[in-house]
């Protein structure tokens, strides 16, 4: 299976900047799609970006311009670069990727554990 650890959450202020991680590791052939889901508190989890084995990239409306998502696949990891940050993107983003296994089959979703972001002056 597939295990998936994120970092680089934490405080920032209104118009900063961070930098997620995450890094997947287990038993798998390969990772395929990777992305950054959140979930900010009263609301339903939510697709933020998202990002295909070959580079292709979707954003939600509401991160176009701010956020870029990336991968380095020879380290199985994906990373999402949040700029002008604002308060309403507080929440628990979370790390999501499927893989095929090394039994022939493919597993999908995986999870990430989550990591907090915090937009407040």
């Known amino acids: 299976q597939v295990q998936l650890v994120e970092s680089g959450g934490g405080l920032v202020q209104p118009g900063g900047s961070l930098r997620l991680s995450c890094a997947a590791s287990?038993?798998?052939?390969?990772?395929?799609?990777m992305g950054w889901y959140r979930q900010a508190p009263g609301k339903e989890r939510e697709l933020v970006a998202h990002?295909?084995?070959?580079?292709?990239?979707n954003y939600a409306d509401s991160v176009k311009g701010r956020f870029t998502i990336s991968r380095d696949n020879a380290e199985n990891t994906v990373y999402l670069q949040m700029n002008s940050l604002k308060p309403e993107d507080t929440a628990v983003y979370y790390c999501?990727?499927?893989?095929?296994?090394?039994?022939?089959?493919?597993?999908?979703?995986?999870w990430g554990q989550g990591t907090q972001v915090t937009v407040s002056s």
């Open positions: 287990g038993s798998f052939l390969s990772i395929n799609a």
């Open positions: 990002i295909t084995s070959a580079g292709s990239t």
């Open positions: 999501t990727a499927g893989a095929f296994l090394r039994g022939g089959g493919y597993g999908y979703p995986y």
